[in-house]
T-cell receptor
């Protein structure tokens, strides 16, 4: 039972263009969502998050959008840079559940110079 | 300050042997999590510690898996009688609290069971 899904295993974009990574979830109890970025042979690093009471959160080149009715969130990176090439994981938690993260399968982003 | 560290970085073992994986969390972080990432999969929760106690062990896949945490710091994940399906990257994360809103991950231990 995959509660968090990232249906695109990979994405390739040109440097300077927008990257859009998508994530769907099934559990309506999730109230906090996060994106992590992972380089090979390293642990995931926190990128950006959003609470379910918001529909958008922005941090520099990164913006996360949340559509609760569709149980869908997306991460926008603009402009994309070659250093953004990594695996991106969407994760969700719900309050009072020990803080364990429920992860999607990840999307590998390649930004071409 | 130092981040989360894990050892060994790589471990190759034979089927049926026991292995121990170690995690040193960030100093002062009371919450500690273990996850694993199998090939082509997302990260899968294994166990959560708050201090030295483990209120959530729901992700441990079988009774061959166990973990402990001592002194509210170092944690050890033990896998007994390893099987080939245990091959994965085992990741440890720590945080100041147990909300999950900012977890810091270690680099992981890549376990290969032959």
């Amino acid at each position: 039972d995959q509660q968090v899904k990232q249906n695109s295993p990979s994405l390739s974009v040109q440097e300077g263009r927008i990257s859009i990574l998508n994530c769907d979830y099934t559990n309506s109890m999730f109230d906090y969502f996060l994106w992590y970025k992972k380089y090979p042979a390293e642990g995931p690093t926190f990128l950006i998050s959003i609470s379910s009471i918001k529909d958008k959160n922005e941090d520099g080149r990164f913006t996360v959008f949340l559509n609760k009715s569709a149980k869908h969130l997306s991460l926008h990176i603009v402009p994309s840079q070659p250093g953004d090439s990594a695996v991106y994981f969407c994760a969700a938690i719900y309050s009072g559940n020990t803080g364990k993260l429920i992860f999607g399968q990840g999307t590998t982003l390649q930004v071409k110079p | 300050g130092a981040g989360v560290s894990q050892s060994p970085s790589n471990k190759v073992t034979e089927k049926g042997k026991d292995v121990e994986l170690r995690c040193d969390p960030i100093s002062g972080h009371t919450a500690l999590y273990w996850y694993r990432q199998s090939l082509g999969q997302g990260l899968e929760f294994l166990i959560y510690f708050q201090g030295n106690s483990a209120p959530d062990k729901s992700g441990l896949p079988s009774d061959r898996f166990s973990a402990e945490r001592t002194g509210g710091s170092v944690s050890t994940l033990t896998i007994q009688r390893t099987q080939q399906e245990d091959s994965a990257v085992y990741l440890c994360a720590s945080s100041l609290d147990g909300t999950g809103r900012r977890e810091y991950f270690g680099p992981g231990t890549r376990l290969t069971v032959l």
